[in-house]
């Protein structure tokens, strides 16, 4: 069973800042050999893509809207990675999830529970 659980989100000012986490766990779930991803859920719109990150940490993924803003990182010793989210917008709104798919392929297997970040105007 893999489990991904994140932490960090919270209340913010717009212009502000948060770090979110996942930590990955499984007994048969190799952290190292998944690429990792970030996506948001706003109420009443789908999820969308935020960042990705390769297994290796040599590739990066943002979606327009947050490239120079956020910045996604790993740690495998640790089995974490994270969201560094910098001048936050009210319209970024969301639950937080992270996700995990096996390196090279292309549909995530694997999602958190979810963390929810507000960014107050």
């Known amino acids: 069973q893999v489990q991904l659980v994140e932490s960090g989100g919270g209340l913010v000012q717009a212009g502000g800042s948060l770090r979110l986490s996942c930590a990955a766990s499984?007994?048969?779930?190799?952290?190292?050999?998944?690429?990792m991803g970030w996506f948001r859920q706003a109420p009443g719109k789908e999820r969308e893509f935020v960042a990705a990150?390769?297994?290796?940490?040599?590739?990066?993924t943002y979606a327009d809207s947050v490239k120079g803003r956020f910045t996604i990182s790993r740690d495998n010793a640790k089995n974490t990675v994270y969201l560094q989210m910098n001048s936050l917008k009210p319209e970024e709104t969301a639950v937080y999830y992270c996700?995990?798919?096996?390196?090279?392929?292309?549909?995530?297997?694997?999602w958190g529970q979810g963390t929810q970040v507000t960014v107050s105007s």
């Open positions: 499984g007994r048969t779930f190799t952290f190292s050999m998944n690429d």
């Open positions: 990150i390769n297994w290796s940490a040599s590739s990066t």
């Open positions: 996700a995990a798919k096996y390196g090279g392929t292309r549909v995530y297997n694997y």
